[in-house]
Each structure stands twice: as C-alpha cells, then as structure tokens.
C-alpha cells in the first residue's frame, strides 16, 4: 500500500513539474523576451555556432540569385562567380583603371537594401558625379557574418589576384563577438578547413529549441549568447585585441607589399552613434594605429550629427541594419573623406 501511494506521489509530482515546464515554456515564448536575433527578424533561428558557408571562406553560392525576406524588408542578392554580392569583375584589371577593395560584413555587404544602395555603391555614385571616380572600380570582398580574421585570408587567397590600389576594412564591434565566438587565424587548420571554438552541443541544442533553457541560461547562469559568462567574455574580449593589432598590422603590410594602401573604417554600431563613443576596444586598436602609421577613419565622426537623434530615419528597428537613408549617409561621409583626403586623387 505504501508502494502504490509513493508511486502516485512520484506521478503527480512529476506530472506536475512537466506541466510547470510546458506552461513555462509557452509563457516565455508568448512573451518574446528570449527571441534570438534571426527569430526576432526574419522567424528563424540562426545557429551561431556554425558557419552558414559551404566553403572555408565567406561565400554565398556562386553565380546565384537569391530573395531576402525580413519582417522589414525585401530586397534581391544576387552573387558572382566567387559568391560574394557584386558584379562580376576581370581578374586582369583594365588597362588604366584603378581598383578599390570593400570588405567586411553584413553592413558592407548592405544587409536591408539593394545593391546599388549599399555605401560603397553610393560612395561610387557621388564619386561618379564629382567626376572623381571616372578611373576607378569597386571591388566588394564583403560578405555577411564575416569577420577580419576572414577577410585577411580572402584577401590573401583571392582578393589580390584582382590588383587592387586601394584596401578598405571595416571593423565594428560585432567583431570582437566573432573573435569570442570563432578564435583567430588559428581557425584556419589549412586552406580547406576551418575550426571554430568547440560548443558543449547538449545544452547548444536544448537552448536552440526551448525558451525556459534560454532563460536559465542567461538570467540564472549569467551567461551570454555564446554560453560564456561574463568573466570569460572579459577575458576573450582582452584577449582579441592584441589579435586584431597584429592581424591590421598585417593586412596593412600585405597591402603594401603589392603596392596597395590598406584604409580601415571603424564603423559605429547605433548604440555607439546615440551614446556618442565607441567601446573602449575600438579606442584601443584605433590608438594602435595613431602610433604605427596605420591609415584608419573613425566613421562616426563624419557621419550627419542626425543619425544620434534620429535612429529610426537611418536604421532598421528590429533588424539593426542601416536602410537606404543610413547607408546613402556612409556612402555620403566617405566620398567627403575621400575628396577631401585626395586619396582617389593621388593614389598611383
């Protein structure tokens, strides 16, 4: 008789902690509060843990055309031979013109707008129209959810068979979650294989599918996306710096080698734009380069004072993407820079 009332007892307290669970889970799901990026965006949840390119280097499948469908926009992509969203270009460059090399991520790429509203692309028309760019061709080696350490090694493997003059790189602080997330150069095991950080995949799996486990996750061990909590964050988020000196250092040094000059953009997120500096990591590198010679803009500084004031008039809300007006303003700020400099001028 004891067995049998232990039995029911078990019973209702296991059924009522898997009925807890259940109407846990759907609470915080109707809520929204622990909605990952891609699920606030677009409905999809985005696997952060694995690259989202078939090949060792950012691409996109080649010579394809794609509809991009966000709860904010949509828009067309369409990719060339290399798989990166860009006309196509000879590897030969024409006789008398002069290259100029675009790369970084999602917002180089122009996550939200054409493609002929992306900043580059908007630079080249004000270019165009001052009559400054009549020589020039760009060349974009951007790709979303690249990161620098990535585009040193296209840079290095395919970028300069096309010859550029000019070697653009943007930096923001998305980069330093990439470093966190994915390592170095050491990610790099050969020209076929890359490696990111190992992930515990039981609880990478269990956070995917359920929201309570995101909750536990984050509110009760304190950790972040990656699972790492802040104490490791810190000390990945010091350890990347020194890295990204050295790999600038030689994406600066690989430039010259072929005669090209390397340019870096330090591109403000919308938080950095409304809190009026960039984190402490960008002033770090940035400082880096003051003292070693390295060409670098802080791009906030030349963007309309506007945008502080008027986010929504230049970014997507709930995606965080610039739209055609913010990226016209990049487009806009970088044609000033580089007339005023007379880089695309002098540059021989």
């Known amino acids: 008789m004891a067995n049998k009332w232990y039995r029911s007892l078990w019973f209702l307290v296991l059924f009522n902690l898997a009925l ?18 891609g699920e606030r965006t677009n409905g999809m949840f985005i696997d952060y843990f694995k ?34 969203r860009d006309v196509e270009h000879t590897i030969i460059k024409p006789a008398g013109a002069k290259r100029l090399l675009v790369l970084g991520d999602s917002f180089t790429e122009g996550v939200g707008v054409p493609f002929d509203s992306t900043w580059h692309q908007r630079m080249a028309w004000y270019l165009q129209t001052d009559g400054i760019n009549q020589q020039w061709e760009i060349v974009v080696g951007a790709v979303s959810g690249c990161d620098p350490f ?25 980069d330093i979650n990439d470093y966190a997330l994915r390592g170095g150069l050491e990610r790099f095991i050969n020209d076929s294989v890359t490696q990111w950080r190992p992930v515990n995949q039981v609880l990478h799996t269990a956070f995917k599918w359920s929201h309570l486990m995101r909750f536990l996750v984050k509110e009760v061990l304190q950790y972040n996306d990656y699972y790492q909590s802040a104490g490791e964050y810190d000390r990945l988020q010091m350890e990347a710096i020194p890295k990204y000196k ?14 090209a ?18 984190e402490p990591h960008a002033d770090s590198l ?31 809300p709930i995606d965080g993407h610039m739209n055609d007006r913010g990226y016209n303003a990049w487009g806009e700020a970088m044609y000033k820079y580089f007339k005023a400099s007379g880089t695309l001028n002098n540059n021989n």
């Open 20 to 37: 807890f669970i259940l109407l846990a889970e759907i609470a915080l799901r109707i809520k929204g509060d622990y909605k990952s990026y």
């Open 286 to 316: 940035m400082e880096y380069m003051e003292v070693n010679g390295l060409h670098y803009v802080r791009l906030m500084d030349i963007l309309p004072s506007e945008m502080k004031y008027n986010m929504k008039g230049y970014f997507w």
């Open 51 to 84: 690259p989202p390119y078939k090949g060792p280097l950012c691409a996109w499948t080649a010579d394809s055309t794609v509809i991009q469908i966000a709860k904010e926009f949509t828009y067309e992509v369409t990719t060339n031979s290399l798989g990166i």
């Open 150 to 174: 990535y585009s040193y090694e296209m840079l290095r493997r395919q970028f300069f068979a096309y010859q550029p003059d000019v070697v653009i790189q943007v930096y923001n602080h998305t």
């Open 261 to 278: 000059e390397a340019l870096f953009i330090f591109q403000p997120m919308g938080y950095e734009l409304q809190q009026g500096y960039y």
């Open 246 to 259: 050295e790999l600038f250092a030689k994406i600066d040094s690989l430039s010259q080698a072929v005669g």
